[in-house]
């Protein structure tokens, strides 16, 4: 299977194609196939059990003008787009011939555009909780809008949704390139940010304010809450009639969008949740059965905690809310890891164990509010080494503020720009109600009704969770680990070599 899309690849491209495939040429030749291995934020995730058509990728797009875009005559390649293959990898066993893939729309630069640029002005809003690379991504849209598209006028609405709002309408601003020129050197959100203020109850007032300001494309940057609000207040807007194109570029730290490879800010979250392993492996080992115990980000999906923990390669116990463990596992595991070494790290996701604590009531956004299961893991963990160990301690660290409110490391800094710039070039097309994606290492416009019908998470099947695995204690491999625990042996026999004879043990 994979030397057929190899050869298919090789041929396309040498035939003067992009690294994507011709939308026709897969069609003669294959039908769709599924993915058995799902949920590596280093591959793209396949969802499995799904009843996708071609129809559900399909993006929406306002009706061309046309305007020619000012890229032409840049020698700038325009237009072309290729399609990008959804389901790529199929199950074993397989033919090629008896799948149709599913394709996805790349973004990109288009030779014909929905708006005159000179007639444009863009809103920025950001909404949710903080996230790296948000001022990347707000100086990236600023800058390329104004000039590369050389736009009338961009606006940012600060405080979320209700700078939309009339209560908050009176704090918009207008972003130029001195404005915006360096606010990617701090983390944070430049346009501040607020939960709340459902779309579906205020979006007229919304939509009211928007045509006030002659706002033609808004940009809205957040993850699944914010999302929903985008396509709601598009709703809106389509309902009245008017020319607006609504393009999200989401942001979230867990990775949890479905149908998009990651997300900005996701990597600069597992670098920088290195920091605090680093630090409780430090206590941990320091201390005759000593615990350190990390929380990070992840209500729904432990992405952070799984890839933080199989890049660190030093975490011995991880717990992610897709993989329920009662508190007298936790115990054995931790003893386990006592047989080999006297120490433990344990990282756990924010979502982890939410049935083992009692939780009420929502927040402003109408998320189930969350228990602390950090502290509960400490509280636990303490009392059962008290009563288990004579000499004991369980270090805590919450490093959750510290990682979402930092800038964007380089690589996730360069992946910002180019979202930003890729939503940039749909949203002057026309396309809208759709969001910036990212799958088989292509930037793709994906609707966002199909990217809020569910969340993605760690398939504790696929290769992601195989590499937690492989790394941390397993109650079924206790011979493994007290065999590693003899600690080094040399390769040759030293009395040998005092005898001038080399003899391999």
Sequence with gaps: CLFFFASLLLRHIASGGAAMVNEEALRSQLKRGRSTVVNDPNAPDVQPDEELGQSDF???????????????????????????????LMPEGSDPADHTPL??????????LHF?????????VSCGG??????????????????????????????????????GIGDALELTPTIVRDINRGGGSFLGSSRGRPVHKHGEEMLDNLLRLGVNVLFALGGDGTLKGASQLYDFIKKRGADIAVVGIPKTIDNDVCYVQKTFGFETAVNEAIVALKAAQAEARSHKHGVGLVKLMGRHSGFVAAQA??????????????????????????????????????????GFGQNLMETTGTDASGNAK???????????????????????????????????ACAATTNDAGFCAQLANHAVHEAMHGSTN?????????????????????????????????????????????GRMLRSSQGPKPVVDPEALKRGEVKVL
């Design 434 to 478: 759709c969001l910036m994606g990212y799958w088989n290492n292509v930037f793709t416009a994906v609707p966002i009704s199909l990217c809020v019908s569910k969340r993605k998470t760690v398939n504790t099947r696929g290769d992601l969770w195989r590499a937690v695995r492989e790394i941390t204690v397993s109650l079924k491999d206790t």
């Design 130 to 167: 903080l996230c790296p690379g948000l001022n990347d991504v707000i100086r990236a849209v600023t800058l390329f809008s104004l000039e590369v598209y050389m736009v009338k006028k961009v606006i940012g609405f600060k405080y979320g949704w209700m700078g939309l709002m009339d209560e």
């Design 58 to 88: 399909e993006i929406e797009k306002l009706p061309l003008t046309p305007y020619p875009s000012p890229l032409v005559g840049r020698n700038y390649p325009l237009g072309g787009l290729s399609k990008v293959i959804y389901n790529s």
């Design 370 to 404: 969350l228990g602390d299961i950090g502290l509960f893991l400490k509280k636990e963990i303490e009392k059962w080494l008290k009563d288990t160990y004579e000499e004991s301690t369980c270090k805590y660290i919450d490093p959750s503020y510290m990682i979402r």
């Design 116 to 124: 005159d640029p000179s007639n444009v002005v863009v809103g920025i």
């Design 103 to 112: 394709l996805m729309q790349s973004a990109g630069p288009h030779r014909e």
């Design 309 to 350: 923990a199989v890049a660190f390669g030093a975490v011995h116990i991880v717990l992610i809310p897709e993989n329920d463990v009662s508190l007298e596992t936790l115990f054995k595991l931790i003893q386990e890891r006592f047989k080999k070494r006297k120490y433990c790290v344990v990282v756990v996701a924010e």
